[in-house]
């Protein structure tokens, strides 16, 4: 009897766990207005991720893009329109939160930046070549040899040809 407890206690466990991932997702109620649907959605993909950082919200299964999809459907159900929506967005979060932060002083270094790192990458690799270049001009141009060290070079060169 105790063994068949037991049993029954260890399959409802194993169950139970089973289970469980399915309650863990968490599936976003869409506007009952196809239209305001299909705008949130565009949002949706205008946005980052905070959590994921190189996913849209709509892309993201972290709870903040959740979250974040439901304020978006809030703004939207509320007759925001798509620019007063992002612009609430962006007025909590910054213009971090979009995916093509728009430009301006202070986002000029995330358009530059990525032009700045190549040039300077260029620049580098530039004066690396050119400091091994005249290393070896300079190595090729080297001063004449002395007397004595002819006269070596000679004699290794003439026992080189008797071999």
Avoid at 4 to 29: E, G, H, K
Avoid at 65 to 80: E, P, S
Avoid at 147 to 160: H, I, N, P, T, V
């Amino acid at each position: 009897m105790l063994m068949a407890l037991l049993r029954r206690l260890v399959f409802a466990f194993c169950l139970a766990s089973l289970i469980t991932p399915a309650w863990a997702v968490a599936v976003d109620t869409p506007l009952a207005d196809p239209v305001l649907e299909a705008r949130a959605r565009a949002i949706h993909k205008q946005l980052r991720c905070l959590v994921c950082q190189n996913q849209s919200i709509e892309d993201s299964n972290a709870g903040l893009a959740r979250d974040l999809r439901i304020l978006v459907r809030d703004r939207i159900a509320a007759g925001d329109s798509d620019k007063a929506a992002i612009g609430y967005i962006v007025e909590r979060y910054g213009d971090w939160v979009l995916l093509q932060p728009p430009m301006k002083g202070r986002t000029v270094l995330l358009w530059l930046g990525p032009l700045l790192f190549l040039l300077l990458a260029m620049g580098l690799i530039f004066l690396w070549y050119r400091r091994r270049s005249g290393s070896t001009a300079a190595a090729v141009a080297a001063a004449p040899l002395s007397a004595d060290e002819q006269a070596r070079l000679k004699a290794l060169l003439d026992d080189r040809e008797q071999t």
